[in-house]
């Protein structure tokens, strides 16, 4: 069974600093999707990582994925409040011979960034 | 506007009662998902479909029922089996084919048994 851990779960930062969120998965994979959700919201796509090595940026956020490792890791630089949301890693087995469709999703980060 | 759309954003259901949830997309994408979110919790699979008139239970399929007769269609009931229902449903889409495809998320609907 695919697991998929998420940490940290809860993460308060000033605005201004650095930080990491983790993704590490259980089973092989080469595909790994990064959402965010603001509260009563649905999911909103951020990174789509395809293979091994893939780094991918967006204003201040950057994804990286480690197969080998089976990790991802999003990082925040200079956070601004605006950041401030539910970020989920989700892994997709289809093309790696798991067989079933459907996405795994960790718990989520719960980021709070204050002024 | 391509996008997904489900109705309603909420709903209320009685105890014993079945419920159907709609999601409908535009976007002309062959596999549809519904997923289950619970408080502070990630997003798990209930079914999904990859064509019409064919789909799979995902990970948390007991208490619910599904059918895709038409390819812009999914929509998902909650039957009275399913104990504790009050949830966060979304429903996503997803081309089958190339390497690039993303799921697209709908905006959900939030179920609140009373």
């Known amino acids: 069974e695919l697991k998929v851990e998420q940490n940290p779960l809860f993460l308060s930062m000033q605005e201004g600093k650095n930080y990491t969120i983790y993704c590490n998965y259980s089973?092989?994979?080469?595909?790994l999707y990064w959402y965010r959700q603001d509260p009563g919201k649905s999911l909103e796509s951020l990174f789509v990582?395809?293979?091994?090595?893939a780094v991918k940026q967006e204003g201040r956020l950057m994804a990286s994925l480690d197969t080998k490792a089976r990790l991802s890791t999003l990082h925040i630089t200079a956070a601004v409040h605006d950041l401030s949301a539910t970020y989920f890693c989700?892994?997709?087995?289809?093309?790696?011979?798991?067989?079933?469709?459907?996405?795994?999703f960790g718990k989520g980060t719960h980021l709070i960034i204050q002024p | 506007d391509g996008g997904i759309t489900q109705s309603p954003k909420y709903l209320f259901r009685k105890e014993g009662q079945n419920v159907t949830l709609s999601c409908e997309q535009n976007?002309?994408?062959?596999?549809m998902y519904w997923y289950r979110q619970d408080p502070g919790q990630g997003l798990r699979l209930i079914y999904y479909?990859?064509?019409?008139?064919?789909?799979q239970k995902g990970d948390i399929a007991e208490g619910y029922s599904v059918s895709r007769e038409k390819k812009e269609s999914f929509p998902l009931t909650v039957t009275s089996a399913q104990k504790n229902p009050t949830a966060f449903y979304l429903c996503?889409?997803?081309?089958?084919?190339?390497?690039?495809?993303?799921?697209?998320f709908g905006p959900g609907t939030r179920l609140t048994v009373l």
């Open positions: 996503a889409s997803t081309v089958t084919s190339g390497f690039t495809d993303t799921q697209y």
């Open positions: 089973t092989t994979s080469d595909r």
């Open positions: 990582l395809l293979s091994n090595g």
């Open positions: 989700a892994v997709d087995i289809r093309y790696s011979g798991g067989g079933a469709d459907g996405l795994t």
């Open positions: 976007l002309n994408h062959d596999a």
């Open positions: 479909s990859q064509i019409v008139n064919d789909f």
